[in-house]
């Protein structure tokens, strides 16, 4: 499976370069010719990179270069003329707009694939559902006990994305609060700052008392998935690819690229290949959602 990285190096190299917290992937020989850039959210980063790999095999006289470090990273470097798609997670905001169109940049949106954000225990943990409020009355620091929810008489341990995270943005606002952008809640003080999904992820597998979320193309066996239900009267959903692509999973998200402009080249001939059959199968391959 692509998610364990154990991904074949198809012709050339590639190089892995972990800096400041960011994992910078080059891929592909290029020629001599300069890489596409791809920056951004850290959720995509491993779908990017299985992307650009099966691309690279069709296309080994293009190099393409993967940054994660967030969705805002990806954004920022968007507007700074310094990536050719930043990958996000969220939505780019109005301010961000405002600011690249007074740098003369016309951000693209394209949406390549959807995501569920999934809320991950410790598979000892009794606890298998939670509604929204409980989720957003754990975040804000209101529930702080297993015991409040159903569970072990245990302190809860709870584990977010940092703030320039698009997963963190979309969580603050679908979930802590309660899909009201004007409503007050606010992540507590103890919620633990994490710099990865991955460290999330290898946190609740070794920590009974953990909760965290991730894009489901983390989820693994070693972790125990919540079904989530958007209050005490609605039906409570499993995240999987079925219930993400019907709508029913409450906590679904689309994944994106921007581009300053119409892509163009090879940029443009790399984004066909992630919309392709072929490059939606690898979407499903590495646990997202296909968007077609």
């Known amino acids: 499976m692509f998610k364990n990285w154990n991904l074949k190096i198809v012709n050339c190299f590639v190089v892995g370069i972990l800096m400041l917290g960011f994992a910078t992937l080059v891929v592909g020989c290029g020629g001599g010719k300069k890489a596409i850039q791809i920056k951004g959210s850290d959720t995509m980063v491993n779908l990017g990179q299985a992307w650009s790999e099966a691309f690279m095999a069709k296309n080994p006289e293009i190099a393409i270069a993967i940054t994660g470090g967030g969705s805002g990273t990806g954004i920022a470097a968007l507007l700074s003329g310094t990536t050719d798609i930043a990958q996000a997670s969220r939505n780019i905001e109005k301010k961000e707009i405002a600011l690249a169109n007074k740098k003369g940049i016309n951000p693209k949106e394209i949406h390549v694939a959807n995501d569920g954000i999934t809320l991950v225990v410790h598979p000892s943990n ?13 975040y804000t620091g209101k529930v702080k006990n297993w015991k409040e929810v159903g569970g072990a008489d245990q302190k809860i341990v709870a584990l977010s994305r940092e703030r320039n995270s698009g997963t963190h943005v979309f969580f603050v606002e679908h979930v802590v609060k309660l899909g009201d ?15 990865s999904s991955q460290a999330i992820v290898e946190e609740v597998t070794s920590n009974p008392q953990a909760v965290g979320y991730v894009g489901l193309g983390y989820l693994t066996k070693k972790e125990k998935a919540l079904a989530i239900a ?16 019907s709508g029913s999973y409450p906590i679904s998200r689309s994944l994106l690229f921007y581009t300053n402009g119409e892509p163009t080249d090879e940029v443009k001939s790399f984004i066909d290949y992630v919309l392709s059959p072929e490059g939606q199968k690898i979407v499903l391959k590495m646990d997202f959602v296909p968007i077609k």
Request: no cysteine; glycine share 0%.
């Open 126 to 138: 009794p606890v298998s559902k939670l509604t929204i409020k409980q989720l957003s009355d754990i």
């Open 181 to 195: 952008k004007k409503n007050p809640n606010e992540f507590a003080p103890a919620i633990l700052m994490m710099p």
């Open 230 to 245: 958007t209050s005490n009267n609605s039906s409570y959903v499993q995240p999987s690819v079925s219930t993400v692509t």
